[in-house]
């Protein structure tokens, strides 16, 4: 076994006497299942997260896809999602002939009409009223919400690709605010390149990096704002970062700092952190994996730069390495536009990969200044498969299924996907039609087969098929289909 592999026993054992006396995760919290801690419960009750959204930071768009943000989220609920991602940003967009453009996002400090100049010491009321207002809307609906505090594409070059100002409107930046020069803070005013340069060393604060206890202050001082009003809600997963290829000092500061004001506030957190590389055997992603003490669930969306068969192989690789703690995977940014992620059909398959291959979440991420650029965000096509695997949920009990291809015979590389409860249920995806067989040869009894259409989310076909051998498995059509096998 590779070292990659080996799981980190210690930090089981270290995770295990932690969670006897950590604080009480109230019930209606949402937090890892009590049955398998791989999927959440929220209410009580095991839930599936799934979804997708037209921007990055939706409280901070109350116009959001020229519709408003209530509408998109109902919108969100009516094709049976209930996650949704918000990264802390304000992005205004910089071309206005983007399909997205909007100039109506603000940022968390005080502005200063005549000078331009921020005062961060001073809070915009306006902006922590729309992030409260968010959180109401979705908690009303029972959406879940994946924080991001820190968005290293925000501290860098103009967004290239999002067209929108970075570092340099933002208020952190000296030349933008009145608390601090450029001497003072050691911070520059200009960062002219990409964000995965790290020239910007706002993201080296802490004592164990640079020190910089100037900024730093003013840094915890907005986080505390974000906790005093996140901690009063139940249904708030935190991720320090997006996409950050930073030191573990800095994400471990932040996570421990989350975690010592939930404490003190008597409430359970979910913390984790996105790592940058698209490699999930990448060294980075070691600090999550074999930290379970400080990060209580994984977000491996930059496996979904990968694609097909290595797409599945490297999650499974994540899955096993996870196995003991077991702790919720999540998948908050699905690539599926040209540029990124191989495309608008590879990205719907990313998205039932990820449920059958055992994920607690799969979101479609935002477009980018073309539809069609990073992801389907909650397009028409989006809402279609968000339906159809409720579909699948509806007759597939998936917190319970194990992935295994295994039990397939003459499937070839990303032909199809299974995942099933040996002798009571079997589920397999077909990427566009195809033709396998089913290992029933250890179970007896009658199974009911059913086809589900993922692209009409409508069922096809019934019929009844015997255990005690290999079924056959022919899709009806060519495009994406799954098979639902229950013994009767």
Not at 98 to 127: A, V
Not at 267 to 296: C, I, Q, S
Not at 421 to 435: H, I, R, S
Not at 471 to 478: F, M, S, Y
Request: proline share 5%; hydrophobic share 35%.
């Amino acid at each position: 076994m590779n070292t990659w592999m080996n799981l980190n026993i210690t930090a089981a054992i270290t995770f295990s006497v932690l969670l006897s006396c950590a604080p009480d995760h109230q019930d209606d919290r949402i937090r890892s299942w009590s049955e398998d801690p791989r999927y959440w419960q929220y209410n009580g009750e095991p839930v599936l997260l799934l979804g997708g959204s037209d921007q990055d930071n939706p409280f901070n768009h109350p116009n959001l896809s020229g519709h408003g943000i209530e509408t998109h989220l109902d919108l969100l609920v009516s094709a049976g999602g209930n996650y949704i991602r918000n990264t802390m940003t304000s992005r205004d967009r910089i071309d206005k002939e983007s399909i997205f453009f909007n100039d109506d996002n603000i940022y968390p400090f005080y502005k200063d009409s005549d000078t331009g100049l921020y005062d961060i010491e001073r809070f915009n009321d306006e902006y922590w009223d729309r992030f409260r207002r968010f959180l109401d809307m979705t908690a009303e609906r029972g959406i879940i919400v994946q924080i991001e505090i820190w968005d290293r594409v925000d501290y860098a070059r103009d967004h290239v690709a999002y067209e929108a100002q970075g570092w340099s409107g933002q208020p952190f930046n000296p030349k933008n605010n009145i608390n601090y020069t450029s001497e003072e803070s050691g911070l520059p005013e200009v960062v002219d390149t990409h964000p995965g340069s790290r020239e910007n060393p706002f993201f080296r604060t802490t004592p164990e990096q640079e020190d910089n206890p100037l900024v730093l202050q003013y840094q915890e001082d907005f986080v505390n704002k974000l906790l005093d009003i996140t901690l009063e809600y139940g249904h708030v997963l935190y991720c320090i970062s997006n996409e950050t290829n930073e030191s573990e000092y800095w994400s471990g500061y932040w996570a421990d700092f989350i975690r010592d004001r939930a404490d003190q506030a008597g409430k359970g957190v979910e913390v984790t952190e996105m790592w940058d590389p698209a490699d999930l055997t990448d060294p980075m992603h070691r600090f999550t994996f074999d930290n379970p003490e400080r990060y209580t669930y994984v977000d491996i969306s930059q496996n979904n730069h990968q694609m097909e068969q290595i797409h599945w192989d490297n999650m499974q690789q994540a899955r096993q390495l996870l196995a003991d703690p077991p702790r919720p995977m999540n998948s908050v940014k699905i690539y599926g536009g040209e540029r990124h992620g191989g495309g608008v059909l590879e990205g719907t398959h990313k998205f039932w990969r990820n449920i059958m291959g055992g994920l607690a979440s799969s979101r479609f991420h935002r477009p980018g200044s073309t539809v069609d650029f990073y992801g389907l965000g909650l397009n028409e096509l989006a809402q279609t498969h968000i339906r159809s695997a409720r579909m699948l949920q509806s007759e597939f009990n998936i917190f319970v299924a194990e992935p295994d291809n295994n039990l397939l015979k003459d499937r070839g590389d990303n032909e199809a996907y299974c995942a099933a409860t040996p002798g009571e249920q079997y589920a397999v995806y077909f990427t566009d039609g195809g033709a396998v067989q089913l290992d029933l040869r250890d179970t007896e009894g009658e199974f009911r087969l059913r086809w589900l259409n993922i692209l009409e989310s409508a069922w096809a076909g019934e019929s009844v098929v015997d255990g005690g051998e290999y079924i056959d498995l022919n899709a009806p059509d060519e495009g994406q289909w799954v098979a639902v096998v229950v013994l009767q």
